[in-house]
Structure formats: structure tokens, C-alpha cells
């Protein structure tokens, strides 16, 4: 799978949207963009993914860039629930391949009054 | 209701003894995964399972051993081998190993003394 780099942390004002950037600049053409987040000691939870078109969920908003090198997380309105890591993951798309869904460190989304 | 269960949630255990962390899913999925998380670090993958009787080394395997005999369960044994055991375990399943979202439990915070 390929590698993802994102900043490792973040501010956001409540009520401001959160853009929260991923860098996956040797995924493959089979790779799917994942994000999840985790909220403090608690498993991680799937927010959404995408493989070239931009997707919109009830969460959140991903935009992919045409090149597909990048990708942004966008909440459209934080809240303080939304203090979290998120963390970018790419993986592939492909039936008859195990694929190991790797986590890097992620972003420290931090929603502040 | 359908979810992933890890048990149990707090785990004390003498050094130099094996111990099994639980994780059972009810969701029919035939993918699953084991995770190990260290203070403010990201998640390292230490098994995976694409199907019943069949699981592959992740990134940090050495130390841990698995099994996946029924398609429900994917029991984690730490065995005294493992340098380091203290640490926050996630279990994850998957429809298929391949481009679905992962579903987490709750985790295991292992202690061992």
C-alpha cells in the first residue's frame, strides 16, 4: 500500500470547517484514499473514502485531486466531538490480494471555543 | 446489535507469561486484523486474516501469534517472546481484504508487570 504523510497536528475553531490534508503522492491507480479517525482510547472509526471522484458523506467531505497525489478531509462545521487523530490511509482496490490496511501517525485535530 | 467485542478491556499479566487477548465479530466479515498502538503513536499492523484458516504477518509480528479457526474469532496471544507487551491492542474486521471500510472494537490496554 502506498505511503501517506500528513501534518501531525491541527487547529480548528468550533463552527469552522476543518481541511485536513494527506499527501499519497506514489498511489497506485488501484488505490483507494481512506480516512478514519480515532477519538482518545477508543478504536478507530471509518469516516470515508474514494478512489478519483470527490465523495460527500453525513461526516464529511473528500476532495481528490485529479492527479490523485492528494486528498482533503473537510468537515464543514467542527465541533468539539470532532477532537480527534485522523489518519489518511490508501489501499488497494483489487479482489485476490490481502491487503494490510497500514495506518500512519495521522493529524491531531484539535476543535477549540 | 452486530459489532466487533474485544475482551477484556483492562489486562494485568506477570512478565514471562503468555496471555490471549479475545475478538469476536458477529458481522459475517471474513477479513480481520489485530493492531497494536503505543502512547501517542499511530497503529502498527501485527496480523492480518484475508479468510478462515488463513492469517499473514503484518508489520510487527515477531513476539505475537494468532489463529483463525472460525470466521468469527481472531484470538491475539502475547507470548513472553514479545520484547515490549505493554501496550493498546485493536482488533478490526473487514467485509473482504480489500476496499471496504474496517470496523474496530473498543481495544485491550495490556499491562504487563
Known amino acids: 500500500d502506498a505511503k501517506t504523510t500528513q501534518p501531525p497536528s491541527m487547529d480548528c475553531a468550533e463552527g469552522r470547517a476543518a481541511n485536513l490534508p494527506c499527501n499519497h503522492s506514489?498511489?497506485?491507480?488501484?488505490?483507494?484514499v481512506y480516512w478514519y479517525r480515532q477519538i482518545h482510547s477508543q478504536g478507530p472509526q471509518y469516516i470515508i473514502h474514494g478512489l478519483k471522484n470527490n465523495e460527500t458523506n453525513e461526516m464529511a467531505s473528500l476532495i481528490i485531486t485529479e492527479d490523485r497525489k492528494s486528498s482533503t478531509l473537510i468537515l464543514p462545521h467542527a465541533t468539539l466531538r470532532d477532537t480527534a487523530v485522523y489518519y489518511c490511509?490508501?489501499?488497494?482496490?483489487?479482489?485476490?490480494?490481502?491487503?494490510?490496511?497500514?495506518f500512519g501517525t495521522g493529524t491531531r485535530l484539535q476543535v477549540t471555543l | 446489535d452486530g459489532g466487533i467485542t474485544q475482551s477484556p478491556k483492562y489486562l494485568f499479566r506477570k512478565e514471562g507469561q503468555n496471555v490471549t487477548l479475545s475478538c469476536e465479530q458477529n458481522l459475517n466479515h471474513d477479513a480481520m486484523y489485530w493492531y497494536r498502538q503505543d502512547p501517542g503513536q499511530g497503529l502498527r499492523l501485527i496480523y492480518y486474516s484475508q479468510i478462515v484458516n488463513d492469517f499473514q504477518k503484518g508489520d510487527i509480528a515477531e513476539g505475537y501469534s494468532v489463529s483463525r479457526e472460525k470466521k468469527e474469532s481472531f484470538p491475539l496471544t502475547v507470548t513472553s517472546a514479545q520484547k515490549n507487551p505493554t501496550a493498546f491492542y485493536l482488533c478490526?474486521?473487514?467485509?473482504?481484504?480489500?476496499?471496504?471500510?474496517?470496523?474496530f472494537g473498543q481495544g485491550t490496554r495490556l499491562t504487563v508487570v
Open positions: 506514489t498511489i497506485s491507480g488501484n488505490e483507494y
Open positions: 490511509i490508501v489501499r488497494v482496490a483489487y479482489t485476490g490480494t490481502a491487503s494490510k490496511l497500514t
Open positions: 478490526a474486521s473487514s467485509i473482504d481484504a480489500v476496499n471496504t471500510e474496517a470496523f
